[in-house]
């Protein structure tokens, strides 16, 4: 071979290499794809109404500084003023879709429109036994950069990527000391917008009463929602894998499902049609409280849960709610003592619940914050008793 084929075909060759390099970073040298999110929610506990408005979503697929032009936009517009207890029971909102480079986004951005002034005119809350009052929403970041997400959504060239925003109201609105003030400190997660999940039903009693309704993992609450009127229940979208559903019933024992496996693509049923999850009343307690933190920060960021070990093993978490954010108090109320009730799943077939008398009226109560925790096991307790457990960190 000559010289100058030679020479042409090792820049051909340099710049087939030039290309790959330039290609493996998800922008749009690799083509495009259409990234669509949705927007569900976990129950809410106290409040009638969780009120946000969205304007924006933003992704990108590293932890870049807000001026950076590689952010993706699906705007929001006109922005959309959503309460979150309408998204529950496998119920999803639609925020919209755009075309964006392929590649793994790792950064998601809910951006929220803010207050006007003090008027709570798209982000507020309404307090139960308190019907229409509206109390606004203090979202001190969530206007600005957006209120933010650790992902992974792999859009692949000419592909659909559907996503689901999970945002836990529950968890998210916080107390502010005694000002009668709420902050929203956003507890968010994305799961794949997928039909795969569990169904059933609770008694009616159970339901009027506030049944929650949960799927968890080593005491980890993975999906979780409410019953509705009638009982129903619908926990999706969650990842295909074992779970143990839990329901918990303010004036009732707790009741639990070991080994519920749910398949890809498919809704599993808790028990056959027309079996309703009814767990008997119990006796209660109060866990009361306070997180202390050195240095003392101008917002404490902590959460306290409350959980029992099932005899079989399974850790299973009763309540888990943030703390005051001034005065880190909190009070969780009405969880029952009495024995669980346990039933182990079995496709297609009843349950069969039994009282786990070895878990009754034991629990732990564990405080997390930064990513810290600090547990106290083994904590006998009584119908009617109020057990307070302080924490302080480090």
């Known amino acids: 071979m000559s010289l100058m084929p030679r020479m042409r075909a090792a820049l051909a060759a340099a710049l087939m290499l030039l290309l790959a390099a330039c290609g493996g970073g998800g922008g749009g040298d690799s ?5 669509r999110v949705a927007l569900t929610d976990n129950p809410a506990c106290g409040y009638d109404e969780v009120v946000v408005t969205v304007s924006e979503v933003r992704v990108h697929t ?3 500084p807000d001026s950076d032009p590689d952010w993706r936009s699906i705007p929001v517009n006109p922005p959309r003023t959503i309460d979150l207890l309408d998204y529950t029971n496998g119920a999803l909102l639609d925020l919209g879709q755009t075309l964006v480079p392929a590649g793994t986004y790792t950064r998601l951005r809910l951006v929220l429109a803010a ?3 003090t008027q709570a005119d798209r982000n507020w809350i309404v307090l139960s036994g308190n019907p229409g009052v509206r109390v606004p929403l203090k979202t001190p970041s969530g206007q600005q ?5 650790q992902t992974s959504l792999a859009v692949q060239a000419n592909g659909l990527t559907d996503v689901v925003i999970d945002f836990d109201a529950c968890r998210s609105v916080v107390m502010a000391g005694s000002s009668g003030q709420y902050l929203l400190k956003p507890v968010l997660r994305t799961l794949p917008r997928v039909e795969t999940g569990v169904i059933g039903e609770v008694s009616i009693a159970a339901a009027t009463a506030g049944a929650s309704v949960s799927l968890q993992q080593n005491g ?8 509705d009127a009638n009982g129903l229940f619908k926990l999706q979208p969650v990842e295909p894998g074992e ?3 839990v329901v918990v019933t303010p004036g009732y024992a707790t009741a639990a499902v070991r080994q519920v496996q749910v398949f890809s693509g498919q809704l599993v049923r808790a028990a056959p049609a027309g079996q309703r999850i009814d767990p008997p009343a119990s006796g209660t307690a109060i866990f009361t409280g306070q997180v202390s933190i050195t240095p003392v920060p101008p917002e404490i960021e ?6 029992q070990t099932l005899t079989a093993g399974d850790t299973i978490t009763l309540v888990d709610r943030p703390v005051n954010a001034i005065t880190g108090e909190y009070a969780l ?4 003592v009495d024995a669980p009730r346990v039933a182990q799943h079995a496709a297609g077939g009843a349950l069969s619940f039994a009282a786990d008398n070895g878990a009754a009226g034991n629990f732990t109560v564990r405080a997390t914050t930064g990513g810290v925790s600090k547990t106290v096991d083994h904590l006998a307790v009584s119908d009617s008793d109020t057990v307070d457990q302080d924490f302080v960190f480090p």
């Open 31 to 35: 083509g495009s794809g259409t990234l």
């Open 62 to 64: 590293s932890d870049a």
């Open 115 to 117: 207050n006007t002034g």
């Open 145 to 149: 950069s957006g209120l933010k997400v």
């Open 220 to 227: 980890e609450v993975r999906r979780a929602t409410v019953a």
């Open 243 to 245: 779970y143990t559903l």
């Open 302 to 307: 902590a959460a306290v849960a409350v959980r």
């Open 333 to 336: 109320t009405g969880l029952a």
